[in-house]
């Protein structure tokens, strides 16, 4: 055997692109194997759209008279999807990681906590994918005609995606896993009755309307439902919510994320 070879090992990382796709796809499939992320990310969302389509036990606005049901609920359950993914099922995960200390093994990585909190956004991102997907092919079984434009619904959604993420992980990354467990699931629940999720924000008081508009979900639900059921384009109020929301949540999460 020549002198020459060397078999030492290679003491560089691997490039910061590959160290983020490589987590992001282990987180993915974590996501996808657990059963109860399944029932809150996919199940749940699924249910909502045929009750809501089948029933009008909840009063959707005057939209619903002029339009057929779906034509509300299904953007509404997109909404809806997005924030039970990227925030509460993420929180929740995120918050029981650090609790094992499986974060504080990844934490003697080179991954970073920038790293960690981009690979979990683009796992959960595809997780959120996957969700629309099935989401719109049960709504359009039940009728539903998206109108408008899907790359602005798409854009629109991804930043939903971004905003979400990044409060999920700021949760789990200050909280105790039990107090993040007990939070996401408030919220969750607060968002979903009052945070302009279901029901349109222009069926709430004039006063507590102007509150709720600068909600992600309110904002994210509202966008949906002006591209997919009435086939215009969002105001520019919207972007701008979903884009400082995206990008407060983001920076704190790097900042402030603790690995144990």
């Keep these: 055997m020549s002198a020459d070879l060397d ?18 796809r282990y987180e993915t499939t974590l996501l996808l194997r657990n059963g109860e ?12 759209v045929v009750g809501l389509s089948a029933t009008t ?31 509460t099922a993420q929180a929740i995960a995120v918050g029981f990681d650090r609790r094992y200390g499986v974060l ?16 979990k956004t683009l796992a959960i991102s595809t997780i959120a994918f996957l969700q629309v997907i099935l989401i719109s ?27 979400f993420s ?12 039990e107090a ?6 408030l ?13 349109p924000t222009d069926q709430w008081p004039s006063g507590v309307a102007r509150i709720v508009e600068f909600l992600p979900t309110a904002a994210l639900a509202d966008g949906l439902r002006t591209i997919l059921r009435d086939g215009a384009l969002p105001t520019l109020s919207t972007w701008l919510v979903l884009l400082v929301w995206s990008a407060v949540g983001i920076t704190l999460a790097s900042r402030f994320f603790r690995w144990d």
């Design 7 to 24: 078999f030492s090992p290679a003491a560089e990382p691997a490039a910061r692109i590959r160290r983020i796709t490589s987590q992001a």
């Design 37 to 48: 992320q399944t029932l809150l990310t996919i199940v749940i969302p699924l249910l909502v």
């Design 57 to 87: 036990i909840i009063d959707l606005g005057s939209q619903a008279s002029s339009y057929a049901r779906i034509q509300t609920v299904a953007p509404s359950v997109l909404a809806l999807a997005i924030l039970s993914s990227a925030f």
């Design 104 to 119: 504080t093994h990844l934490g003697t990585t080179p991954l970073g906590r920038s790293g960690l909190v981009l690979a």
């Design 137 to 163: 092919a049960v709504a359009v079984a039940l009728g539903w005609r998206p109108t408008g434009s899907l790359l602005a619904a798409a854009a629109l959604m991804l930043l939903g995606m971004c905003a």
């Design 166 to 177: 990044g409060l999920a992980l700021l949760m789990a990354g200050t909280l105790r896993a």
């Design 180 to 185: 993040t467990l007990a939070g996401a699931n």
């Design 187 to 199: 919220i969750f629940l607060l968002l979903l009755v009052g945070g302009g999720t279901i029901i």
